[in-house]
T-cell receptor, first 113, second 113 residues
Framework: GESVGLHLPTLSVQEGDNSIINCAYS??????FIWYKQESGKGPQFIIDIRSNMDKRQGQRVTVLLNKTVKHLSLQIAATQPGDSAVYFC????????????FGTGTRLKVLA | ETGVTQTPRHLVMGMTNKKSLKCEQHLGHNAMYWYKQSAKKPLELMFVYSLEERVENNSVPSRFSPECPNSSHLFLHLHTLQPEDSALYLCASSQGTGKYEQYFGPGTRLTVT
């Protein structure tokens, strides 16, 4: 079946360094993507989204890159801080659905002091 | 805070018990969702309500029974659950059932003994 997956289950990054979290999606027709952050004991929190007509979108300290050729999505976090420690997962929205998202399993980001 | 609250935050119940999970959104949204989040698995969509009408039942066993009395409240009634139903149950809401960002509550950690 179609799935959204993450290359690395755990990523450890030194405080102040940049983090890159990757996501592969399998449905080439997906046209909307979201990155979520989930801290321990909390629900997923929207970070940034991108539509398929874009290759790059920037937010505050975060950038999402979309490579439709290889069906790859990445989340870049600049100057990683301890508060960035969480599980990050991506979600793709398939065109045949509206509210229907396929979620990845997540990558745990650990920020080392 | 995301504007979506859930109670209780933690629940332990036996297989013969009947309990209910409650979700309330303060965002004026028209769509509400129940998701199940199990360890090391992607989010699983369970139910979707739009303007208080159920629009999706994602092959969920009948021991889970949703109720949406108005657009701000969503319940999940539980009865005769199984240990494998232990998980984090997340409620979310969105402006509509189109490609909108979904705002998640903190979840209810359910343990079935």
């Amino acid at each position: 079946g179609e799935s959204v997956g993450l290359h690395l289950p755990t990523l450890s990054v030194q405080e102040g360094d940049n983090s890159i979290i990757n996501c592969a999606y399998s449905n080439s027709a997906s046209d909307y993507f979201i990155w979520y952050k989930q801290e321990s004991g909390k629900g997923p929190q929207f970070i940034i989204d991108i539509r398929s007509n874009m290759d790059k979108r920037q937010g505050q300290r975060v950038t999402v890159l979309l490579n439709k050729t290889v069906k790859h999505l990445s989340l870049q976090i600049a100057a990683t801080q301890p508060g960035d420690s969480a599980v990050y997962f991506c979600a793709e929205n398939i065109p045949s659905g509206t509210y229907k998202y396929i979620f990845g399993t997540g990558t745990r980001l650990k920020v080392l002091a | 805070e995301t504007g979506v609250t859930q109670t209780p935050r933690h629940l332990v119940m036996g297989m013969t018990n009947k309990k209910s999970l409650k979700c309330e959104q303060h965002l004026g949204h028209n769509a509400m969702y129940w998701y199940k989040q199990s360890a090391k698995k992607p989010l699983e969509l369970m139910f979707v309500y739009s303007l208080e009408e159920r629009v999706e039942n994602n092959s969920v066993p009948s021991r889970f029974s949703p109720e949406c009395p108005n657009s701000s409240h969503l319940f999940l009634h539980l009865h005769t659950l199984q240990p494998e139903d232990s998980a984090l149950y997340l409620c979310a809401s969105s402006q509509g059932t189109g490609k909108y960002e979904q705002y998640f509550g903190p979840g209810t950690r359910l343990t079935v003994t």
